[in-house]
């Protein structure tokens, strides 16, 4: 599999990424108060005033915004104009008094309308009069102040005639006039950021900035803030300056809602390359929600390209497409060139990905030849051209065209004669790629070696990944089994590190989705050798995902101070990393014995460079995820069977875990798949079995298909076993394994099933006693009467078990409530019957419904300080881990933040679940004398049988019973 690259990223201009211009565009924004009619005595013994009529108005299009609701008009003397008001009021818009026909197109409750002003407009007029209020905006209209030259000169600088534009320039910033001085001050920090001397633009920014605030001119303070913040953010990783320069536009945001708009992109930008992703996709939805109101449509552009990259970094390789799509289809064919290439290489970049995620084949070398053509013709950029190139390389590996993949590879080279650290690593990794297609280990070894020695240099995570990843693979092709393993586990370490620095940008231009391989590889390598070797690699691979999402939520939840922390260590990383990837940026072109010595000459500094790391981690209280050492088993009960299944090299994996020891096969993707031979802990270590591979098995796989390839191959095993705990991963996660079919009936009917998270040094806790404390929560929303029925069966059933029953019903059980309910000490049951919700790609926004509009959030239950040992979650979703029954990621529930905040155990749904059938579920679980003794899976068992008895057609196994 291949590693891609993503759209280079703009190092000189503060315009968006994707295009090199924002059309220089302001705008001004009021919400009208009621201007009542009276006068006189009258008003003495007037009725009582109405409320005020609500009035909205935003102005965008002004050539630039100053103080006091002043417009500067553009050189056509068109603006937009959107208004909202009150449905029976009377919106006007007048120029000077005269009426101006409100013809636009309605948006977000508002209408937008185009209005030309005339030479020697004045003022702009909204009123809204209704229920005998008036309400009014008014803007003052002038022409454009600004000096032709600084027109002239801005289009010097764009056409990279800097010298000539810098000479125009320097003349215009000794004028006399003060609003022109500043404005040549900013243009100057632009060439001087075209020309790599960021330390000369940023004061020459500040300095702007200072005189637009001096003489009101917000819009032009916006421009020149959006610069420097770009600035301090890509050219210097100084990301609390960065965000401190847009920061301090919230007083002006009111005055210029296009600013507004464009801060909130800026703000994503900033969010992106400090990993809060969550933020990030907000701001950039804010964004575009500013912009189509005020019909930006170019700056909409940007900002829904930045989404799709957004979402590509997140593994969501699908919906980055559809967006992408959307792109292609609304860019009109004027659009700027480079503009156009950055979203061809966009288009191209993320058919590759799709493609190698999984997902539908489409051949993206169109789009990229198109991107290559732009860049080396009207937008000439020698580092894009090379990174389209490089694309198309690996593109004709995946067709496996090697000679074609070595051909681009040659062109990237001459485009880029000294390229940096990152591109010279990914060629390096396409040679080696080459080298393993044609059987070469020798060669694959000596390139990945190479590519090792310049990522160690380098500081580079995802550089050293692809290094282990790929000797690995050499390795195992030369037979040196012992040296692959020990590759395959250095790559999975460093995965921990990409977990984090590829959301940050590190690796923008890699495949998520190809972190995940060195964990296939090494399982499938030792289940040749060692089965219990290879479940110790499936489990601790489990485990790093799960330490992602506890890390990823505690970066999304940092208070000012620690954020401040955090992003002071990760900018102190990021500036040495640079500085010294600069340094080696030559590295690559020398023989072996210099990079040797270059290597040593560097070792302290690369070491140094990796604890700034560790220390932008510790903010978040980051480490190494626990997990059972290799061929080192968990804890199991009498009797108890665990089965893991983890992807290998070419499909599936299945262990059977004992107390006895582990059993191990490779899975048929079919009950027509030729049966896969066994291998125990005890026996020696044979070859591959022959048979058909795993196919993509899911939950969308027959019942009958499944539970031949699931669990025929471990008959004797589940026969044998008094209890079954099931602990899979990717797609399989959303098999309901207690329902697949089990000598003629579900599995469920011949024994208890639970669903383990593998939690290290965690097991289910002991049931509550006589005297414990239970928590009921019953329709908080007020709108469920079979759970208020529910909450009160549960409590009766609770109270006559000797339990302390607190009910938290209806209005009653709000947000606080219910988070000081949960943490007392005292409490050791929760069962909750309301509205469950999953929400957010990972589950990260699902909830429990509350009263007054609250709700507990995955996050809240994470941030508990305990968790009951016993959990009922008796509402739709409240198990579900991932958006779709087909999704392999690994996303976190309810059900599960739960067990992760200290739970024993967790009865949850795994989908939308029926009234009835969870009030009938809920009646025979609490039913049982002695349910209050009985193991979370027994007693879901026992309620299962009796549901399925008494509905046969109902979807009874929606419940599951999850431990630790």
Same mark, same amino acid.
């Given at each position: 599999?291949? #590693?891609?690259?993503?759209?280079?990223?703009?190092?000189?201009?503060?315009?968006?990424?994707?295009?090199?211009?924002?059309?220089?565009?302001?705008?001004?924004?009021?919400?009208?108060?009621?201007?009542? !009619?009276?006068?006189?005595?009258? %008003?003495?013994?007037?009725?009582?005033?109405?409320?005020?009529?609500?009035?909205?108005?935003?102005?965008?299009? %002004?050539?630039?915004?100053?103080?006091?609701?002043?417009?500067?008009?553009?050189?056509?003397?068109?603006?937009?104009?959107?208004?909202?008001?009150?449905?029976?009021?009377?919106?006007?818009?007048?120029?000077?008094?005269?009426?101006?026909?409100?013809?636009?197109?309605?948006?977000?409750?508002?209408?937008?309308?185009?209005?030309?002003?005339? +030479?020697?407009?004045?003022?702009?007029?909204?009123?809204?009069?209704?229920?005998?209020?008036?309400?009014?905006?008014?803007?003052?209209?002038? &022409?454009?102040?600004?000096?032709?030259? *600084?027109?002239?000169?801005?289009?010097?600088?764009?056409?990279?005639?800097?010298?000539? !534009?810098?000479?125009?320039?320097?003349?215009?910033?000794?004028?006399?006039?003060? !609003?022109?001085?500043?404005?040549?001050?900013?243009?100057?920090?632009?060439?001087?950021?075209?020309?790599?001397?960021?330390?000369?633009?940023?004061?020459?920014?500040?300095?702007?900035?200072?005189?637009?605030?001096?003489?009101?001119?917000?819009?032009?303070?916006?421009?020149?803030?959006?610069?420097?913040?770009?600035?301090?953010?890509?050219?210097?990783?100084?990301?609390?300056?960065?965000?401190?320069?847009?920061?301090?536009?919230?007083?002006?945001?009111?005055?210029?809602?296009?600013?507004?708009?464009?801060?909130?992109?800026?703000?994503?930008?900033?969010?992106?390359?400090?990993?809060?992703?969550?933020?990030?996709?907000?701001?950039?939805?804010?964004?575009?929600?500013?912009?189509?109101?005020?019909?930006?449509?170019?700056?909409?552009?940007?900002?829904?390209?930045?989404?799709?990259?957004?979402?590509?970094?997140?593994?969501?390789?699908?919906?980055?497409?559809?967006?992408?799509?959307?792109?292609?289809? $609304?860019?009109?064919?004027?659009?700027?060139?480079?503009?156009?290439?950055?979203?061809?290489?966009?288009?191209?970049?993320?058919?590759?990905? #799709?493609?190698?995620?999984?997902?539908?084949?489409?051949?993206?070398?169109?789009?990229?030849?198109?991107?290559?053509?732009?860049?080396?013709?009207?937008?000439?950029?020698?580092? $894009?051209?090379?990174?389209?190139?490089?694309?198309?390389?690996?593109?004709?590996?995946?067709?496996?065209?090697?000679?074609?993949?070595?051909?681009?590879?040659?062109?990237?080279?001459?485009?880029?004669?000294?390229?940096?650290?990152?591109?010279?690593?990914?060629?390096?990794?396409?040679?080696?790629?080459?080298?393993?297609?044609?059987?070469?280990?020798?060669?694959?070894?000596?390139?990945?070696?190479?590519?090792?020695?310049?990522?160690?240099?380098?500081?580079?995570?995802?550089?050293?990944?692809?290094?282990?990843?790929?000797?690995?693979?050499?390795?195992?092709?030369?037979?040196?089994?012992?040296?692959?393993?020990?590759?395959?586990?250095?790559?999975?370490?460093?995965?921990?590190?990409?977990?984090? *620095?590829?959301?940050?940008?590190?690796?923008?231009?890699?495949?998520?989705?190809?972190?995940?391989?060195?964990?296939?590889?090494?399982?499938?390598?030792?289940?040749?050798?060692?089965?219990?070797?290879?479940?110790?690699?499936?489990?601790?691979?489990?485990?790093?995902?799960?330490?992602?999402?506890?890390?990823?939520?505690?970066?999304?939840?940092?208070?000012?101070?620690?954020?401040?922390?955090?992003?002071?260590?990760?900018?102190?990383?990021?500036?040495?990393?640079?500085?010294? +990837?600069?340094?080696?940026?030559?590295?690559?072109?020398?023989?072996?014995?210099?990079?040797?010595?270059?290597?040593?000459?560097?070792?302290?500094?690369?070491?140094?460079?990796?604890?700034?790391? +560790?220390?932008?981690?510790?903010?978040?209280?980051?480490?190494?995820?626990?997990?059972?050492?290799?061929?080192?088993?968990?804890?199991?009960?009498?009797?108890?069977?665990?089965?893991?299944?983890?992807?290998?090299?070419?499909?599936?994996?299945?262990?059977?875990?004992?107390?006895?020891?582990?059993?191990?096969?490779? *899975?048929?993707?079919?009950?027509?798949?030729?049966?896969?031979?066994?291998?125990?802990?005890?026996?020696?270590?044979?070859?591959? &079995?022959?048979?058909?591979?795993?196919?993509?098995?899911?939950?969308?796989?027959?019942?009958?298909?499944?539970?031949?390839?699931?669990?025929?191959?471990?008959?004797?095993?589940?026969?044998?076993?008094?209890?079954?705990?099931?602990?899979?991963?990717?797609?399989?996660?959303?098999?309901?394994?207690?329902?697949?079919?089990?000598?003629?009936?579900?599995?469920?009917?011949?024994?208890?099933?639970?669903?383990?998270?593998?939690?290290?040094?965690?097991?289910?806790?002991?049931?509550?006693?006589?005297?414990?404390?239970?928590? /009921?929560?019953? +329709?908080?929303?007020?709108?469920?009467?079979?759970?208020?029925?529910?909450?009160?069966? /549960?409590?009766?059933?609770?109270?006559?078990?000797?339990?302390?029953?607190?009910?938290?019903?209806?209005?009653?059980?709000?947000?606080?409530?219910?988070?000081?309910?949960?943490?007392?000490?005292?409490?050791?049951?929760?069962?909750?019957?309301?509205?469950?919700?999953?929400?957010?790609?990972?589950?990260?926004?699902?909830?429990?419904?509350?009263?007054?509009?609250?709700?507990?959030?995955?996050?809240?239950?994470?941030?508990?300080?305990?968790?009951?040992?016993?959990?009922?979650?008796?509402?739709?979703?409240?198990?579900?881990?991932?958006?779709?029954?087909?999704?392999?990621?690994?996303?976190?529930?309810?059900?599960?933040?739960?067990?992760?905040?200290?739970?024993?155990?967790?009865?949850?749904?795994?989908?939308?679940?029926?009234?009835?059938?969870?009030?009938?579920?809920?009646?025979?679980?609490?039913?049982?004398?002695?349910?209050?003794?009985?193991?979370?899976?027994?007693?879901?068992?026992?309620?299962?049988?009796? #549901?399925?008895?008494?509905?046969?057609?109902?979807?009874?196994?929606?419940?599951?019973?999850?431990?630790?």
């Amino acid at each position: 599999m291949a #590693v891609l690259l993503g759209p280079a990223r703009p190092v000189v201009d503060p315009a968006p990424r994707r295009a090199r211009a924002i059309p220089r565009a302001a705008g001004l924004a009021l919400l009208g108060a009621a201007m009542l !009619a009276c006068g006189g005595d009258a %008003c003495d013994r007037a009725a009582p005033e109405p409320p005020p009529l609500p009035l909205e108005v935003e102005l965008a299009g %002004c050539g630039a915004v100053r103080a006091k609701g002043v417009c500067e008009l553009p050189e056509d003397g068109t603006i937009r104009v959107w208004v909202r008001a009150p449905a029976q009021a009377r919106a006007a818009l007048a120029l000077d008094g005269t009426p101006v026909a409100q013809g636009g197109a309605p948006v977000q409750g508002g209408v937008l309308t185009l209005v030309h002003a005339p +030479d020697g407009a004045r003022e702009l007029e909204v009123t809204a009069e209704g229920a005998g209020a008036r309400a009014s905006f008014r803007a003052r209209l002038i &022409p454009s102040t600004a000096a032709p030259a *600084l027109k002239q000169a801005e289009a010097l600088r764009r056409q990279g005639k800097l010298d000539e !534009a810098a000479a125009l320039l320097g003349a215009l910033s000794s004028s006399p006039d003060p !609003a022109t001085r500043a404005l040549a001050t900013g243009k100057l920090a632009r060439v001087d950021l075209a020309r790599g001397r960021v330390e000369d633009a940023i004061p020459r920014f500040e300095e702007a900035i200072r005189s637009h605030r001096a003489e009101g001119r917000i819009s032009d303070e916006f421009l020149d803030r959006f610069a420097l913040s770009y600035a301090l953010l890509y050219n210097g990783r100084r990301f609390t300056e960065a965000r401190e320069a847009l920061d301090a536009l919230g007083p002006l945001e009111a005055s210029h809602p296009e600013g507004r708009a464009m801060k909130q992109y800026y703000a994503a930008l900033v969010s992106f390359e400090t990993g809060d992703l969550r933020s990030a996709l907000r701001q950039l939805d804010a964004s575009a929600e500013g912009a189509e109101r005020l019909g930006m449509r170019a700056h909409l552009r940007h900002v829904l390209q930045q989404r799709a990259d957004v979402l590509q970094s997140l593994g969501r390789a699908g919906e980055a497409r559809a967006l992408l799509r959307e792109l292609e289809a $609304s860019t009109p064919p004027d659009a700027p060139p480079c503009e156009r290439a950055s979203l061809l290489n966009d288009l191209g970049w993320n058919a590759l990905h #799709v493609a190698e995620a999984g997902g539908p084949i489409e051949d993206g070398r169109g789009a990229l030849e198109q991107a290559l053509a732009l860049y080396g013709g009207p937008c000439p950029k020698p580092a $894009s051209k090379a990174n389209a190139l490089t694309n198309l390389a690996l593109a004709a590996l995946r067709a496996r065209d090697a000679a074609g993949a070595r051909a681009r590879l040659d062109e990237a080279r001459r485009a880029v004669p000294s390229p940096d650290a990152r591109l010279a690593l990914h060629w390096l990794d396409i040679e080696g790629r080459i080298a393993l297609g044609r059987g070469d280990g020798a060669e694959a070894l000596r390139i990945y070696e190479r590519l090792a020695r310049l990522a160690e240099l380098s500081a580079l995570a995802h550089g050293r990944y692809r290094a282990a990843l790929g000797r690995g693979e050499a390795l195992e092709a030369l037979g040196r089994l012992d040296e692959a393993d020990g590759a395959y586990a250095a790559a999975e370490s460093t995965r921990g590190e990409l977990g984090l *620095l590829a959301p940050l940008g590190e690796g923008r231009g890699t495949f998520l989705g190809r972190f995940e391989e060195s964990a296939r590889l090494r399982v499938d390598l030792l289940l040749r050798r060692d089965p219990a070797r290879a479940l110790g690699a499936a489990r601790r691979s489990r485990a790093r995902a799960l330490a992602a999402l506890r890390w990823s939520h505690r970066l999304a939840s940092l208070s000012a101070a620690e954020r401040a922390r955090w992003e002071g260590a990760l900018a102190a990383y990021r500036r040495a990393r640079e500085a010294f +990837d600069a340094e080696g940026r030559q590295d690559w072109q020398l023989a072996a014995d210099e990079l040797e010595r270059a290597t040593a000459a560097r070792q302290h500094r690369s070491q140094a460079i990796r604890a700034m790391l +560790d220390e932008a981690l510790a903010v978040l209280g980051r480490a190494e995820p626990e997990a059972a050492d290799d061929g080192a088993l968990p804890a199991l009960g009498e009797g108890e069977l665990m089965l893991v299944y983890h992807r290998v090299r070419d499909g599936w994996a299945g262990f059977a875990v004992t107390r006895a020891g582990v059993a191990a096969r490779r *899975l048929a993707a079919t009950s027509g798949a030729a049966p896969a031979g066994e291998l125990s802990a005890a026996a020696p270590a044979g070859e591959r &079995p022959v048979g058909a591979p795993a196919g993509e098995l899911s939950a969308a796989t027959p019942a009958g298909e499944l539970s031949a390839a699931l669990l025929t191959p471990f008959r004797e095993s589940i026969a044998a076993a008094r209890r079954l705990r099931f602990v899979p991963s990717g797609a399989l996660e959303q098999v309901d394994f207690h329902a697949l079919p089990w000598s003629g009936a579900p599995l469920v009917a011949h024994a208890p099933v639970t669903y383990g998270m593998d939690l290290p040094g965690r097991s289910e806790r002991a049931a509550p006693g006589a005297g414990g404390g239970a928590l /009921v929560v019953a +329709d908080p929303r007020g709108d469920l009467p079979a759970a208020r029925r529910e909450g009160e069966i /549960v409590a009766a059933a609770l109270a006559g078990q000797g339990l302390r029953v607190e009910r938290l019903s209806g209005g009653a059980a709000t947000h606080p409530s219910l988070r000081d309910a949960l943490e007392r000490p005292s409490l050791e049951l929760f069962h909750y019957a309301g509205h469950g919700a999953f929400a957010g790609r990972d589950g990260w926004d699902s909830s429990l419904r509350l009263a007054a509009g609250g709700e507990l959030a995955v996050g809240d239950v994470l941030a508990l300080q305990r968790a009951p040992a016993r959990v009922v979650l008796s509402g739709c979703d409240t198990a579900r881990t991932a958006p779709t029954a087909g999704d392999a990621g690994l996303g976190l529930g309810l059900a599960q933040a739960f067990l992760l905040a200290g739970a024993g155990s967790i009865i949850a749904a795994a989908r939308p679940v029926d009234d009835a059938v969870a009030e009938r579920m809920m009646a025979a679980l609490y039913g049982g004398a002695g349910f209050a003794t009985a193991d979370a899976g027994a007693r879901l068992r026992e309620a299962a049988l009796a #549901v399925m008895r008494a509905a046969p057609s109902s979807d009874w196994a929606s419940f599951r019973a999850l431990v630790p």
